[in-house]
């Protein structure tokens, strides 16, 4: 069955507003999750990594007051897309792992992702 | 820098066999991964690496030389569904996965 969860799978909304995407890891606790941002043709590109208690580590040209962050348990992490604009339309997709050094591989492990299409 | 270079774009016919390369430059290893991914679907897993040799799956093969920075992926007997893009990631000293930009894989019956 599936280990990582995310919702919603699709969300169509008007330019200015607000989407928030959940990330749910059913299988195991997550203290780190990965989230990612797919343009169509193009590879995975991490936004940011979000860690269990603490503040999102975001990568570079991402802007962390627009793609706000929150990983309040260690099976919950958010996205939220602020004041969505039609280039942030896009593909996200969240990750999560089992710790390294109890389970021998850092597979990661991906939610179905969320369409995100912003009119 | 870190980097990942695999193909673009490979095409095969059904029923053959094709390798897909990979090569890395980055600081620290972990391990390397294959995932397969259907347009507009999440990728998925298919195999990991952390020692050298070839790890065997099915009608799915990888193969990893350290020293090298190099692995490919075999896909044996392919199949119409076998159609994807196939994306190649390390995972660096911090186990944060460094992917590369994937390679499209057309089979043609």
């Known amino acids: 069955g599936a280990v990582v969860s995310q919702h919603p799978s699709r969300v169509i909304c008007k330019s200015g507003t607000s989407v928030k995407i959940e990330c749910r890891s059913l299988?195991?606790?997550?203290?780190?999750m990965f989230w990612y941002r797919q343009f169509p043709k193009q590879s995975l590109m991490l936004m940011a990594t979000?860690?269990?208690?603490?503040?999102?580590?975001?990568e570079q040209g991402v802007e962390k007051d627009k793609f706000l962050i929150n990983h309040a348990s260690l099976t919950l992490s958010t996205l939220t897309v602020t004041s969505a604009h039609p280039e942030d339309s896009s593909f996200y997709i969240c990750?999560?792992?089992?710790?390294?050094?109890?389970?021998?591989?850092?597979?990661?492990?991906f939610g179905p992702g969320t369409r995100l299409t912003v009119l | 820098g870190q980097n990942i270079d695999q193909p673009t774009e490979m095409t095969a016919t059904e029923g053959a066999i094709v390798q897909i390369n990979c090569t890395y430059q980055t600081s620290g290893f972990n391990g390397l991964f294959w995932y397969q991914q259907h347009a507009g679907e999440a990728p998925t897993f298919l195999s990991y690496?952390?020692l050298d040799g070839l790890e065997e799956k099915g009608r799915f093969s990888s193969f990893l030389s350290r020293s090298k920075g190099y692995s490919y992926l075999l896909l044996k007997e392919l199949q119409m569904k076998d159609s994807a893009s196939y994306l190649c990631?390390?995972?660096?000293?911090?186990?944060?996965?460094?992917w590369g930009a994937g390679t499209k894989l057309i089979i043609k019956p």
């Open positions: 990750s999560t792992y089992r710790d390294p050094f109890s389970s021998g591989s850092n597979e990661q492990f």
């Open positions: 979000s860690n269990e208690g603490s503040k999102a580590t975001y």
């Open positions: 690496n952390v």
């Open positions: 299988d195991f606790q997550a203290t780190t």
């Open positions: 990631a390390v995972s660096d000293s911090n186990y944060q996965l460094i």
